[in-house]
């Protein structure tokens, strides 16, 4: 059991950890596992995938993952390591997928902004994906990567509607300040997408609204996801649409339960970020539409591999 030692207000603890590793590569392609380039544990989306990472630690997926903030405090010092191993063969990294790594606790820790100083040291490939505005202050050293083909930047945005995204995501930034990030981030050639994930049937509806409000913003890839509920998530969120959609509740788990095979999530990895059947093809329909329609995904700029360098002038390996 972790002792909570910090305590960031009357609501949020915060406890550094040290890591050992960063790197367990997944089956993922291109994609790491939910613990690796995650600076920090703790939020609050309801339909998040990855509360039962929370779990590893015997902390609780619902109030503990809202409200207990966990910074691996080492990692960038452990990245530089590992990304100098002789074995290490690069990939593109993706820094924010199973949490936010901007979180506004980052405003003080530092430690995304310190992963993006050892990628641009050693000059690894890498994305960020985030909901939150606190990437722009990241702008300037993001832009000269993104201008060498190594840094891209994706936001989430899963609706247009304030008082819904306040409902499923109570912590993250506005739909309209996360469409302000992706202008500032189009205006500073920094190459931008967006995520319109997760699809939840009768939930969100907004789809074609939210692409053309990104692609208008300067978002020019797209990528979407449908609702995933794997283990402890299923109960959270069977509680959270008893409370704000009782009267839709079964049918929106009947759909859910239709796209993962009957149940209330399927591993199955071909199936498991798409879902399957006649909601699951319909959400492929209309979002493949709207990209055509829009010019998405047309000019996806390729990351540069090729120019990652693992050792300074000297052979040797720096860690700062
Ligand atoms: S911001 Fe992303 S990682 Fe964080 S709780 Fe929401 S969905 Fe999960």
Not at 229 to 236: D, G, H, T
Request: with cysteine; charged share 25%; net charge positive.
């Amino acid at each position: 059991m972790i002792n909570f030692t910090g305590i960031c207000n009357e609501q949020m603890f915060l406890h550094f950890i040290t890591v050992k590793v960063v790197f367990l590569l997944s089956n993922d392609l291109f994609l790491l596992k939910n613990e690796q380039l995650k600076p920090r544990r703790g939020e609050s989306c309801i339909y998040c995938y990855a509360r039962p990472t929370h779990s590893y630690l015997n902390l609780s997926p619902g109030l503990d993952f809202e409200t207990k903030i966990i910074a691996k405090r080492n990692i960038a010092e452990v990245l530089c390591a590992d990304l100098r191993r002789p074995k290490y063969v690069p990939r593109l990294l993706n820094i924010g997928s199973a949490t936010d790594c901007y979180q506004p606790l980052e405003r003080e820790l530092r430690l995304t902004r310190s992963l993006i100083e050892v990628m641009k040291d050693v000059r690894h490939p890498f994305s960020i994906i985030t909901k939150s505005s606190g990437v722009e202050r990241d702008v300037d050293l993001l832009a000269p990567l993104a201008w060498e083909k190594l840094a891209a930047v994706y936001v989430t945005i899963t609706t247009l509607d304030g008082e819904l995204a306040r409902r499923m995501e109570p912590r993250a930034a506005s739909p309209e300040r996360r469409l302000r990030t992706i202008r500032t981030m189009a205006a500073n050639g920094i190459p931008v997408g967006v995520s319109v994930a997760p699809q939840i049937p009768f939930v969100n509806d907004d789809l074609e609204q939210v692409l053309e409000a990104a692609w208008a913003a300067g978002a020019r890839t797209a990528f979407y996801t449908v609702i995933r509920l794997p283990w402890e998530v299923a109960p959270l969120f069977r509680q959270w649409l008893d409370l704000h959609y009782p009267q839709r509740a079964s049918r929106i788990m009947a759909r859910i339960q239709e796209m993962r095979g009957g149940k209330d999530y399927n591993s199955d990895f071909a199936s498991r970020m798409k879902g399957h059947g006649i909601w699951a093809d319909l959400i492929k329909q209309r979002f493949e539409k709207t990209c055509h329609r829009l010019g998405f995904n047309r000019e996806r700029v390729e990351l540069d591999l090729s120019q990652f360098k693992p050792t300074t002038k000297n052979g040797q390996g720096k860690l700062f």
